[in-house]
């Protein structure tokens, strides 16, 4: 599985902002997809994850009612919607896919197959 992370950018505080993930492979669908950031001199952090069918979203606690994960599984396709942006935000963000053994969806150990990044940063 080759993942391939698009849509960053630098916007203002507030502002709103959608990543894509494009997935090659046919298993897409069988895989819990997560998005995670890692900020400059810090370690990469969860930031949400979806379950195969779309049907089951998780997120972390510094992100919830503000970003939102979805998938299009027609299109292999994972996004991450994230509005009310905060300098805090700023990060380099990486998709990711958990693979054919589920171990759960939170950290990265969890995930198999990692996208190259996407930088977003957010300006005061």
């Known amino acids: 599985v080759q993942l391939q992370a698009s849509g960053g950018g630098l916007v203002q505080a507030g502002d709103s902002l959608r990543l894509s993930c494009a997935a090659s492979?046919?298993?897409?669908?069988?895989?819990?997809m997560g998005w995670f950031r890692q900020a400059p001199g810090t370690g990469r952090e969860f930031v949400a994850a979806v379950s195969p069918s779309g049907g089951s979203a998780y997120y972390a606690g510094s992100v919830k009612g503000r970003f939102t994960i979805s998938r299009d599984n027609a299109k292999n396709t994972v996004y991450l919607q994230m509005n009310s942006l905060k300098p805090e935000d700023t990060a380099v963000y990486y998709c990711?896919?958990?693979?054919?053994?589920?171990?759960?969806?939170?950290?990265?150990?969890?995930?198999?197959?990692w996208g190259q990044g996407t930088l977003v940063t957010v300006s005061s």
């Open positions: 990711a896919a958990t693979g054919e053994r589920y171990t759960g969806y939170y950290y990265r150990r969890d995930y198999e197959y």
């Open positions: 492979g046919r298993a897409f669908s069988n895989y819990y």
